[in-house]
């Protein structure tokens, strides 16, 4: 018996060894074979999850913020322990103490899948393994997924502490609503920081990672509630809570920013403008879409934001100015069926899901509204998001469309979608509903530093939400006149002044494709005139012979060099602005006279720092040569040093500052444009009138405006750059002068100044005064040659009838001693003598 015992033990001794000896093997070898091509752990050291890009105002506030997953990355140490401790509750209780998996869990799990037959499946898979699936394995549900997520979880246990491994996990995690990560899910439902979230909040999210498309607070609510309470429970049972907020918490209604219980953190962003969307357009160009939208870079943006405001309401109140003078009735084009009509629910349902901008605040709020019902005099309305009352009825009078053609209903039926807004008497009593529609004509603006480049305000359209394309910045425009600078830039840089005399008649030119024969604006001739003149009242045939006097091709460097174009034709027409380019680049070449002719590189960016905080992009490059030690000596300052490139003469770029000031003071803009300190500037109106420009700037900032339509047609005989475009720069420029002050223009210390006669280009003795009367700053040194006149090489008649600006008799003018003195008449072809470049 004894025997029998042994040799029973003894084989079942040699069994049980060899079954270990090959569970060790099989195990080994399974582990072997699996573990062989695994992903490295160690990229986890280096994890950089997509995260949410913001951009920031001067000020630090967030105006927009764009990204793939909405995810705001959180260090563990920053993470509270209830936040910590839910989620521990809800996915891996066990987390502080297992090596990466959890063997019972998973026995657990395999007992209860038997036991039901398989209709109770539930995972196993410790908060590790699910950071080794998210990260470094696919999200297969297949028995090899699950050996290698075993084996990587054990290997990363074994490298990396377990709050950085809880660290990957809260910041992976998706929680619905495009929320990744807690910070953002936080937001997401409740409008708040970690730190602020009660238990109760904290136990909803943690029961979110299972299937948060079937716990949604408000469409879900009940199963919300329940996985809610359940992880409170374990929360509970594990300790991380009392009996007492165990139960308060529990009896606790869910509420959430989905509810409308909280404000939407959406909420506090404006509006996405042109601004913040042009940035990401360059950012991505510059940084990659990948790196911009999910960098995590944090971006301080140069716009003004109650500039921007400004420039947004100033051009569109030109644009809707300009469509109601033609009277023309289009609406939105959307409309929704009528049967909704009849039930209030119905109709507000049909109108909130209409596609019409909703960004519009010109006057007010632009509300959606749809007509119910038209009667003889009135039209009955529905406007979202408003609540009916005696004191603002639904109604619009007759009387508002007096503006249209006709003045009539019959252009509106029941189910029309409008836009209307509240009009209001000087002390902001409601008197009615008023009609508006978005303008058909389109345009731009923009508005930047001229010594730093800082572009302050942009606006590229009537509406971002209307049309995303940006005016200001994408479209290609023939600036027409207000290009004219440039050729008179290159002409005063080639020995030219602004006393110098060009002839103003008529030209015909053989293009090859037959005769192009220009005009002035007035369709006048006007004959030997200074360039002064020639650019304040934008004389074309003036233009196109000073071209051809110093070459078109000289031209076309110096629109080059300022930026205006990368090539441009070297044709004639050029120098009046044929070619096309953009505002952006209008409106920074300007800066660089304004500046005194220096290089500045336009910029909506001030930094860009990665989701570390460091500084990968800084658009001042300046440095400053003192400021090493943190005291400087009493009675010294910093000492900036400018990195700015020189692209034009000093002297060059005062002459032709003081030339434009002459076209705001008496020339194109003199009617429109009106403010109290010196600005200089320069209209643009192409052919029939399809794009109309202007293009400013007071000694510190500059602005332009361009208003066309975006398939290019005539705006009307009316239209022009100074009585479209002047009163847009005019009422930003009120504004801007507020904010940022301005003085007179820095003149040169190296200028010369004689005085002119404006009229005639004649040179008057240093007493003289009068409006005729332009003292002109001439290089130091230069004697001018007065009497000289151009003519560009184009044939002339003698005997040509011009249109006469000035008196033909001598002129009075006053001198400083108080006596009179008699200045000669304009001057003629017969009192000029051609030479020069002629």
């Known amino acids: 018996m004894l025997r029998f015992l042994l040799s029973f033990f003894g084989g079942l001794f040699t069994l049980v060894t060899l079954g270990m000896f090959m569970g060790v093997f099989v195990i080994g070898g399974v582990l072997y074979v699996y573990g062989r091509d695994l992903p490295s752990y160690e990229t986890l050291s280096q994890y950089t999850p997509k995260t949410i890009s913001r951009i920031y105002s001067g000020e630090g506030q967030i105006i927009d913020e764009f990204a793939i997953e909405r995810r705001l990355f959180t260090p563990a140490e920053e993470i509270p322990d209830i936040v910590k401790q839910a989620f521990i509750s809800a996915e891996d209780k ?74 990957l996990y809260l910041n992976e995690i998706f929680l619905g609503e495009n929320s990744y990560g807690v910070t953002a899910a936080a937001l997401t439902y409740f409008n708040k920081p970690l730190t602020d979230l009660s238990p109760g909040e904290a136990a909803y999210l943690a029961s979110l990672p299972k299937a948060p498309s079937n716990r949604h607070p408000v469409d879900d609510r009940d199963a919300a509630i329940f996985w809610r309470n359940n992880t409170l429970r374990e929360m509970f049972e594990n300790g991380y809570i009392d009996q007492a907020t165990y139960d308060a918490e529990r009896e606790a209604p869910l509420l959430s920013v989905q509810g409308g219980d909280y404000d939407s953190f959406r909420n506090s962003l404006p509006d996405r403008d042109y601004f913040t969307d042009e940035i990401r357009r360059q950012l991505s ?44 009735w289009r609406g939105t084009g959307q409309t929704i069926p009528e049967e909704a009509l009849a039930n209030e629910a119905d109709w507000r349902a049909a109108l909130a899901a209409v596609n019409v901008p909703r960004d519009i605040d010109l006057g007010g709020r632009w509300y959606p509204a749809v007509i119910r019902d038209v009667a003889e005099n009135t039209l009955t309305i529905g406007i979202e998001d408003v609540v009916e009352s005696d004191a603002e009825p639904f109604v619009v009078p007759r009387a508002d469309i007096r503006w249209l053609i006709g003045d009539f209903f019959d252009n509106y039926t029941p189910g029309d979608v409008v836009f209307v807004r509240r009009l209001t008497d000087g002390d902001g009593n409601f008197q009615r509903w008023s009609l508006r529609q978005v303008p058909e004509v389109q345009g731009g603006f923009m508005a930047m530093d001229v010594n730093t480049g800082r572009v302050i305000a942009m606006q590229g359209g009537f509406s971002y939400q209307h049309s995303v394309f940006n005016r200001a910045t994408q479209a290609q425009r ?361």
């Not at 539930?122 to 699910?130: K, L, V």
């Not at 120098?575 to 409106?587: A, I, N, P, Q, W």
């Open 94 to 167: 066990n987390f502080y103490e297992h090596a990466g998996y959890d063997p019972v869990g998973m026995v657990s799990a395999f007992i209860d899948a038997v036991q039901s037959r398989g209709e109770n499946l539930r995972g196993a898979s410790t908060i590790t393994q699910q950071v080794m699936k998210n990260f470094l394995l696919d999200g297969s549900r297949t028995a090899e997924r699950k050996i290698r997520e075993i084996i990587l979880a054990a290997r990363i246990e074994g490298a990396m502490p377990k709050e950085r491994i809880l660290e």
């Open 285 to 328: 160009q510059n940084f990659g879409e990948e790196e911009f939208f999910s960098g995590g870079l944090s971006i301080r943006a140069t716009v003004d934001p109650e500039l921007q405001i400004i420039a947004r309401h100033s051009l569109q109140t030109a644009l809707e100015d300009y469509d109601r003078e033609q009277g023309e």
């Open 478 to 838: 023939q600036p027409g006149s207000s290009f004219k600078p440039f050729v008179y830039a290159a002409a005063l840089d080639s020995g030219y002044s602004p006393a110098t005399i060009v002839v103003d008649a008529p030209i015909a030119i053989n293009t090859g494709d037959g005769i192009w024969r220009p005009r002035n604006a007035s369709n006048q001739f006007y004959g030997p005139t200074p360039l002064r003149t020639g650019i304040e009242r934008s004389r074309n045939l003036m233009t196109i012979r000073l071209a051809q006097e110093i070459g078109i091709d000289t031209v076309g460097l110096y629109a080059e060099r300022f930026g205006v174009y990368q090539d441009m034709n070297r044709v004639l027409a050029a120098s009046l602005g044929s070619d096309e380019t953009t505002l952006f680049k209008m409106v920074a070449a300007y800066a660089m006279f304004a500046n005194g002719g220096e290089r500045v590189e336009p910029t909506l960016v001030d930094r860009v720092q990665d989701r570390y905080g460091n500084t990968v992009y800084r658009h001042d490059q300046r440095n400053c040569v003192n400021c090493e030690g943190y005291v400087l000596a009493e009675g010294e300052a910093p000492r900036v040093v400018s990195n700015r490139v020189r692209v034009m003469n000093e002297i060059t770029a005062y002459q032709l500052t003081s030339m434009m000031k002459g076209v705001v003071d008496r020339g194109t803009a003199a009617s429109t444009v009106n403010l109290p300190v010196p600005i200089a500037g320069k209209t643009g109106t192409t052919n029939d009138a399809k794009d109309v420009w202007f293009v400013g700037f007071s000694s510190n900032i500059v602005a332009g405006c361009y208003i066309g339509y975006d398939t290019p047609r005539s705006l009307g005989r009316g239209a022009s750059g100074g009585g479209n475009c002047g009163p847009v720069f005019n009422r930003f420029m009120a504004e801007a002068i507020d904010r940022y002050g301005a003085g007179p223009f820095e003149v040169p210390e190296s200028c010369q100044f004689i005085k002119i006669d404006r009229f005639s280009g004649a040179r008057l003795p240093p007493e003289a005064s009068g409006d005729n009367v332009i003292a002109e700053c001439f290089r130091p040194g230069e004697e001018p040659l007065f009497g000289i006149m151009f003519d560009g090489g184009f044939a002339m008649s003698a005997d040509l009838p011009l249109f006469d600006e000035a008196q033909q008799a001598g002129r009075q003018v006053t001198t400083s001693t108080g006596e009179t003195a008699t200045v000669g008449p304009k001057a003629t072809f017969g009192t000029l003598s051609t030479g020069g470049l002629y």
